[in-house]
């Protein structure tokens, strides 16, 4: 089941955060990106803004206008995976 979120975003320097109240999950995944994965600020932000309300979208997202390679997105894949558990 698709887990629909509504969120704002904050940019404070290099650091996007989903504020709303129930997105520890969202907000760990951002830090992933941002941290493990090295994405930019500015990458993330344009992977929110194109899957709107739809943030379980944003891998596949970041990965189909090219800002994430294949393995970098079977590597996000892996550590939803891992942290869903």
């Not at 109240?21 to 907000?27: A, Q």
């Amino acid at each position: 089941m698709l887990h629909f979120l509504r969120f704002l975003l904050s940019i404070e320097g290099n650091v996007v955060r989903i504020r709303s109240m129930n997105t520890p999950r969202w907000t760990k995944l951002i830090d992933f990106l941002q941290r493990e994965m090295a994405l930019p600020t500015s990458a993330i932000n344009f992977g929110l803004k194109q899957c709107e309300e739809q943030v379980n979208l944003l891998p596949v997202v970041l990965w189909q206008y090219g800002l994430v390679s294949l393995e970098q997105l079977d590597r996000i894949f892996e550590w939803m995976e891992a942290s869903h558990s």
